[in-house]
């Protein structure tokens, strides 16, 4: 648009005279706007190259609680230092509930157990996570040499827990095993073991903090381990933090051991750089 087209568009002069060099006071307000308009759409643009550089912009991602506790603190702290215009919000819950905030989108990311075949999710698997039997130092079980069988658990009471989920039913592994007793905390659930209310299966990931009080056995059961990935929605792109988010998370796999006691977690197939 001319400024002769504009000025038939607005009904009055932008300039005293036709040689045009003195504005109307209606031309200064008009150059004023024009000017914070200019400088409005420079910010707009160069925040949309930062959000799609993944300098800013924000992520949500729902975590189980060993993964959260044991694996997103370096990851997350490492990303507010290296990309501070971001904003990241975490949730620790168990698989099932994190599977439900990845579908309905309330969070982009999940890192967890691996999805129903039949949901609308996509699944890429990160490392094994063994489970252990996790008992006070003075239970029966406690001074094992081996690998526990499940014939072994029988006759010991177990408190069940939404980890082992999926599996086998680990927790009822016999006609004298069925639990009595079930918390979704692991906290809650560590606490009930030291009281005396039985054993409990956890993954090693998440018996890695575990005190003096408490041992953790291992288990002689090739079933008895739980896959962790990440999961997001099968037909969603992910967004350029996001992007940056999984390419950290997989730098930490791949360059530390993840599962305690010194055994290194075992890789899947891996997705590669992600952006």
Same mark, same amino acid.
């Given at each position: 648009?001319?400024?002769?087209?504009?000025?038939?568009?607005?009904?009055?002069?932008?300039?005293?005279?036709?040689?045009?060099?003195?504005?109307? $006071?209606?031309?200064?307000?008009?150059?004023?706007?024009?000017?914070?308009?200019?400088?409005?759409?420079? @910010?707009?643009?160069?925040?949309?190259?930062?959000i799609?550089?993944?300098?800013?912009?924000?992520?949500?991602?729902?975590?189980v609680?060993? $993964?959260?506790?044991?694996?997103?603190?370096?990851v997350?702290?490492?990303m507010?230092?290296?990309?501070?215009?971001?904003?990241?919000?975490?949730?620790?819950?168990?698989?099932?509930?994190?599977?439900?905030?990845?579908?309905t989108?309330?969070?982009?990311?999940?890192?967890?157990?691996?999805?129903?075949?039949?949901?609308?999710?996509?699944?890429?698997?990160?490392?094994?996570?063994?489970?252990?039997?996790?008992?006070?130092?003075?239970?029966?079980?406690?001074?094992?040499?081996t690998?526990?069988?499940?014939?072994?658990?029988k006759?010991?009471?177990?408190?069940?827990?939404?980890?082992?989920?999926g599996?086998?039913?680990?927790?009822?592994?016999?006609?004298?095993?069925?639990?009595?007793?079930?918390?979704?905390?692991?906290?809650?659930?560590?606490?009930? $073991?030291?009281?005396?209310?039985?054993?409990?299966?956890?993954?090693?990931?998440?018996?890695?903090t575990?005190?003096?009080?408490?041992?953790?056995?291992?288990?002689?059961?090739?079933?008895?381990?739980?896959?962790?990935?990440?999961?997001?929605?099968?037909?969603?792109n992910?967004?350029?933090?996001?992007?940056?988010?999984?390419? @950290?998370?997989?730098?930490?796999?791949?360059?530390?051991?993840?599962?305690?006691?010194?055994?290194?977690?075992?890789?899947?197939?891996?997705?590669? @750089?992600?952006?």
């Open positions: 648009m001319t400024l002769k087209q504009l000025e038939s568009e607005l009904g009055a002069p932008l300039f005293e005279t036709d040689r045009k060099h003195t504005l109307t $006071v209606l031309g200064h307000e008009v150059r004023k706007l024009a000017r914070d308009l200019l400088r409005e759409h420079d @910010r707009t643009t160069e925040r949309i190259a930062a799609a550089a993944g300098r800013e912009g924000a992520l949500r991602i729902a975590a609680p060993s $993964v959260a506790a044991q694996l997103l603190p370096p997350l702290t490492e507010l230092e290296v990309h501070s215009g971001i904003q990241i919000e975490l949730l620790d819950t168990d698989s099932t509930s994190m599977h439900a905030l990845v579908e989108g309330e969070v982009e990311l999940g890192i967890g157990g691996e999805p129903h075949a039949r949901s609308d999710l996509r699944f890429i698997p990160l490392f094994h996570d063994p489970f252990r039997l996790v008992c006070r130092k003075d239970h029966p079980l406690a001074c094992a040499a690998p526990l069988k499940r014939a072994d658990l006759e010991h009471q177990l408190i069940s827990n939404k980890s082992t989920t599996f086998y039913d680990l927790e009822h592994s016999g006609p004298h095993q069925a639990s009595t007793l079930s918390a979704r905390n692991v906290i809650s659930l560590l606490a009930l $073991v030291r009281a005396g209310a039985g054993a409990t299966i956890l993954p090693a990931l998440a018996t890695r575990i005190d003096g009080d408490l041992r953790a056995l291992a288990l002689d059961d090739p079933a008895a381990r739980r896959t962790v990935g990440f999961v997001l929605r099968r037909n969603g992910p967004s350029p933090i996001c992007a940056a988010f999984q390419n @950290r998370f997989l730098d930490l796999i791949r360059s530390t051991e993840i599962a305690p006691s010194g055994e290194v977690a075992q890789p899947l197939i891996w997705p590669g @750089r992600l952006a």
